[in-house]
């Protein structure tokens, strides 16, 4: 039986190729997530839980320990039952941070649109990488520390053969990096991952970001990809995909603990 978008998508989350080497990963059957010293919330999440009701508050105890000192993240998907679940974390001092809705295009499907006076490049060097940060953290409104062996992990991840990790910048006609987003490649799901799009707030509203999305998407399209999508914020990042052409499916709520 063919696997769901839904089903999908949740399965890009459980695939951590991307992690880098000062976080931990555990996996087993029944639970999967990430661990770091660090304050960073993409590296302190879960991001499958297939557990007995009966295992459940001993498992968000589990991750609430090895979470300890730093925020905490749960990603609940609507690929089961959730209801459970949610009462393990509402005991536990978890609470509904942002809701997402799945949604996902297939690139044949999608109209490339031109937008001429921008200029994508995806990163291939350590200038075009500090750009595609830069207009990240200005963005999201977040500013991530990085020492120079973090900032070169990154850059290999996005340059080396056979690489899955893809992301761009977009330059105003004046050269000015103003929008960036990732691509992350997940060939056995015939599946391309998108995250992170963003445009500084003074560029907003004037096509960067669909020059973008249309630049990701001819991306994954060569690497043979059929279909991509992301995880879209209900309130803001999903109303602007589905104008381009994705199809909304299911939801998906991040449990968050301070």
Same mark, same amino acid.
């Given at each position: 039986?063919?696997?769901?978008?839904?089903?999908?998508?949740?399965?890009? @989350?459980?695939?951590?190729?991307?992690?880098?080497?000062?976080?931990?990963?555990?996996?087993?059957?029944?639970?999967?997530?990430?661990?770091?010293?660090?304050?960073?919330?993409?590296?302190?999440?879960?991001?499958?839980?297939?557990?007995?009701?009966?295992?459940?508050?001993?498992?968000?105890?589990?991750?609430?320990?090895?979470?300890?000192?730093?925020?905490?993240?749960?990603?609940?998907?609507?690929?089961?039952?959730?209801?459970?679940?949610?009462?393990?974390?509402?005991?536990?001092?978890?609470?509904? #941070?942002?809701?997402?809705?799945?949604?996902?295009?297939?690139?044949?499907? !999608?109209?490339?649109?031109?937008?001429?006076?921008?200029?994508? @490049?995806?990163?291939?060097?350590?200038?075009?990488?500090?750009?595609?940060?830069?207009? #990240?953290?200005?963005?999201?409104?977040?500013? @991530?520390?990085?020492?120079?062996?973090?900032? @070169?992990?990154?850059?290999?991840?996005?340059?080396?053969?056979?690489?899955?990790?893809?992301?761009?910048?977009? !330059?105003?006609?004046?050269?000015?990096?103003?929008?960036?987003?990732?691509?992350?490649?997940?060939?056995?799901?015939?599946?391309?991952?998108?995250?992170?799009?963003?445009?500084?707030?003074?560029?907003?509203? %004037?096509?960067?970001?669909? $020059?973008?999305? $249309?630049?990701?998407?001819?991306?994954?399209?060569?690497?043979?990809?059929?279909?991509?999508?992301? !995880?879209?914020?209900?309130?803001?990042?999903?109303?602007?995909?589905?104008?381009?052409?994705?199809?909304?499916?299911?939801?998906?709520? !991040?449990?968050? %603990?301070?």
């Amino acid at each position: 039986m063919p696997l769901s978008v839904d089903d999908i998508l949740e399965r890009t @989350q459980w695939d951590f190729f991307w992690v880098p080497p000062f976080a931990e990963v555990i996996d087993r059957p029944e639970l999967l997530y990430v661990r770091c010293h660090r304050d960073l919330v993409l590296l302190n999440c879960v991001t499958r839980t297939r557990a007995a009701l009966e295992r459940l508050d001993a498992l968000v105890a589990e991750v609430s320990a090895a979470h300890r000192g730093v925020r905490s993240r749960w990603l609940v998907p609507a690929t089961f039952d959730t209801t459970s679940l949610e009462a393990a974390l509402d005991r536990a001092g978890y609470a509904p #941070a942002a809701h997402h809705v799945v949604c996902a295009v297939s690139v044949d499907a !999608y109209a490339l649109r031109p937008n001429p006076g921008f200029t994508v @490049q995806q990163v291939h060097d350590r200038g075009t990488l500090l750009d595609c940060l830069l207009v #990240a953290d200005r963005a999201f409104g977040s500013a @991530q520390e990085r020492t120079e062996s973090e900032l @070169q992990f990154e850059l290999d991840a996005c340059t080396r053969p056979g690489r899955r990790v893809h992301r761009f910048v977009l !330059y105003d006609a004046d050269g000015a990096p103003i929008s960036s987003g990732g691509l992350n490649a997940y060939p056995d799901l015939s599946f391309g991952f998108l995250w992170a799009g963003g445009t500084v707030p003074e560029a907003r509203n %004037r096509g960067a970001y669909s $020059a973008l999305l $249309a630049a990701r998407v001819r991306v994954a399209r060569a690497l043979g990809i059929e279909r991509v999508g992301l !995880y879209a914020r209900t309130d803001t990042s999903a109303p602007v995909v589905e104008r381009h052409g994705f199809a909304r499916y299911g939801p998906m709520t !991040y449990w968050d %603990r301070a």
